[in-house]
């Protein structure tokens, strides 16, 4: 009777990790072609310097929760940046999200280095969008697919999409 609870038991062990290991291979950490994939050309000088551009506060960013990132990341195959609604919004994020009614929910694609700790920052300008993993560290590390809901007015029509490390 032991051999066969422990035969079972190795059996659901197996299936388990096999679970874990797709899971953790559909987040993604792929490195170059995760990065190539999701990064696009960096937003141009005029985008960065124009004086009435608008950081995003960081209370209108939520990054998606790591067991809701597969379904994430096929949501943004096709676009870097795709409008939910609220209450798909709050179950990509895992909670409640506050809205003044003046934002809208957007579902969009960013890169993190999975070892090193840092910030996302987004600035919106002209209904362009720049998100932006900033980084602390020496070497850079795995970069992963990170989505995020972030409130904006409108949907953008350029999304620029960066990572990088500061030393």
């Not at 990132?69 to 195959?77: G, I």
């Not at 676009?79 to 798909?88: D, L, M």
């Not at 994020?93 to 280095?113: E, H, P, S, T």
């Amino acid at each position: 009777m032991s051999t066969l609870c422990d035969n079972i038991s190795v059996k659901w062990l197996i299936v388990a990790l096999l679970v874990c290991g797709v899971f953790l291979a559909s987040c993604a950490v792929i490195n170059s072609s995760t990065k190539a994939q999701w990064k696009s050309s960096a937003p141009p000088e005029t985008f960065l310097e124009a004086p009435d551009k608008s950081h995003v506060l960081r209370s209108n960013i939520y990054r998606v929760e790591a067991i809701k990132c597969p379904a994430a990341v096929v949501r943004l195959e096709r676009s870097a940046c795709i409008e939910v609604s609220k209450q798909e919004a709050e179950s990509f994020v895992g909670q409640n999200i506050q809205n003044d009614f003046r934002r809208r929910f957007f579902l969009v694609r960013g890169l993190l280095f999975t070892n090193l700790p840092g910030s996302f920052d987004c600035i919106y300008y002209e209904r362009k969008l720049s998100v932006s993993f900033e980084a602390m560290g020496s070497v850079e590390g795995f970069v992963a697919k990170q989505p995020m809901i972030v409130l904006l007015p409108d949907k953008p029509k350029v999304v620029y999409i960066e990572c990088s490390v500061m030393q």
